[in-house]
Nanobody
Framework: QGQLVESGGGLVQAGGSLRLSCAAS????????MGWFRQAPGKEREFVAV????????SYADSVKGRFTISRDNVKNTVYLQMNSLKPEDTAVYYC???????????????WGQGTQVTVSS
């Protein structure tokens, strides 16, 4: 898998929405399950959402279920995270990464992007 570049982060008020994108280089994007993770200051990196290679299966952390939606476009080599009804506790750096297996365990993910900051004000 090539380079991953996240974008779309920013500052938003509670209740607002953001759409994160993660663009992958290379020709093997469709062979990877793609995950979104986040890390808040002073906390460990945590799972947010994952999508299968074809996009037919998804899984979410309980904390974001019903508010976030993960999707992918294998033609554009991009995975998205639509975040609605944002809360201050969603504030974190958000990362995307790829894995050969469909898992929520970050240890099975290889190359990571640089991350994009999401800040939700109350």
């Amino acid at each position: 898998q090539g380079q991953l570049v996240e974008s779309g982060g920013g500052l938003v008020q509670a209740g607002g929405s953001l759409r994160l994108s993660c663009a992958a280089s290379g020709r093997t994007f469709s062979t990877y399950n793609m995950g979104w993770f986040r890390q808040a200051p002073g906390k460990e990196r945590e799972f947010v959402a994952v999508i299968s290679q074809s996009g037919d299966r998804t899984s979410y952390a309980d904390s974001v279920k019903g508010r976030f939606t993960i999707s992918r476009d294998n033609v554009k080599n991009t995975v998205y995270l639509q975040m609605n009804s944002l809360k201050p506790e969603d504030t974190a750096v958000y990362y995307c990464a790829g894995s050969g297996i469909l898992t929520i365990d970050s240890r099975y993910y290889g190359k990571w992007g640089q991350g994009t900051q999401v800040t939700v004000s109350s």
